[in-house]
């Protein structure tokens, strides 16, 4: 499992598939989450802009990350 450390409160889901190197672009995050390939916390999220809290766990093509505080 990936950690991924955000030094705000709250990280948007497209923007965490890229900064995880999930998707090579912000095109690709919307696409693969309009296409209900993303999980939050074990649920399909249809919401890019979905906010992303620390110990929140996001699965996209078999790989899963874990947000984390960086404070």
Request: hydrophobic share 40%; aromatic share 8%.
């Amino acid at each position: 499992m990936q950690e991924v450390f955000i030094k705000d409160e709250y990280i948007k889901l497209g923007q965490l598939l890229k900064l995880s190197s999930l998707v090579q672009s912000g095109n690709d995050a919307k696409y693969f989450i309009s296409e209900g390939q993303v999980s939050l916390n074990g649920e399909i999220c249809l919401m890019r802009g979905k906010k992303v809290y620390p110990g929140d766990i996001v699965s996209f093509s078999g790989e899963e990350v874990i947000v984390k505080s960086a404070n």
